[in-house]
């Protein structure tokens, strides 16, 4: 387990700690969350610059190889 140290702002630190979001477990949880958004948004834009031409279907079956590989890889994080 790593550890990290942020400075915030003042009010921000006591708005967020007085919302319960300063608990290791919900940063955790937003981290994650956010970062599977970014993964989904990278996804989007990679499949809206690929021609049509080239998504076949072996294409569409790696991209949604991946696509578990990375939902197991984080279900993995959150059970560890």
């Known amino acids: 387990m790593t550890t990290i140290q942020?400075?915030?702002p003042d009010d921000l630190a006591q708005t967020a700690g007085d919302a319960g979001l300063l608990a290791s477990e919900v940063i955790q949880d937003m981290l994650r969350q956010h970062l599977r958004s970014?993964?989904?948004n990278d996804l989007r834009r990679a499949w809206s610059t690929m021609p049509p031409a080239e998504l076949t279907a072996e294409v569409e079956h790696e991209?949604?190889?991946a696509v578990r590989q990375c939902r197991a890889e984080m279900r993995a994080?959150?059970?560890a």
């Open 6 to 8: 942020i400075t915030l």
């Open 38 to 40: 970014q993964a989904i």
């Open 63 to 65: 991209i949604v190889a």
């Open 77 to 79: 994080e959150q059970n």
